[in-house]
């Protein structure tokens, strides 16, 4: 069992800085490959960055790609999202997930993959 806590969201203006982090319980979080998510008001779920057990592999959406990093740290048991340059369209809940690295495959990006999820921190972007 994992549970995950998220938290650094807020208000900020488009072009800020935010890092978000989640923490995670149990011994065995260097065995998990750890996601974020986000969801938008009105909109789906849509995958944000992933980062392999091993933190050897990182991917992004491409909506995010060069200016948001994902990172872990294994003895904080602690995964975070630095996001730059923000802007008003990345309002939304970000939510972390875990998935164990035996059942990580390269559908890092369906929700359905990851096992154990935070209950999100709000970010929200104004123009």
């Known amino acids: 069992q994992v549970q995950l806590v998220e938290s650094g969201g807020g208000l900020v203006q488009a072009g800020d800085s935010l890092r978000l982090s989640c923490a995670a319980s149990g011994r065995t979080f260097s065995s998990y490959a750890m996601g974020w998510f986000r969801q938008a008001p009105g909109k789906e779920r849509e995958f944000v960055a992933v980062?392999?057990?091993?933190?050897?592999?990182?991917y992004y959406a491409d909506s995010v790609k060069g200016r948001f990093t994902i990172s872990r740290d294994n003895a904080k048991n602690t995964v975070y999202l630095q996001m730059n340059s923000l802007k008003p369209e990345d309002t939304a809940v970000y939510c972390c997930?875990?998935?164990?690295?035996?059942?990580?495959?390269?559908?890092?990006?369906?929700?359905?993959?990851?096992?154990?999820w935070g209950q999100g921190t709000q970010v929200t972007v104004s123009s």
């Open positions: 997930a875990a998935v164990p690295h035996w059942k990580y495959t390269n559908n890092y990006a369906v929700s359905e993959l990851y096992q154990y």
């Open positions: 980062l392999s057990w091993s933190g050897n592999s990182a």
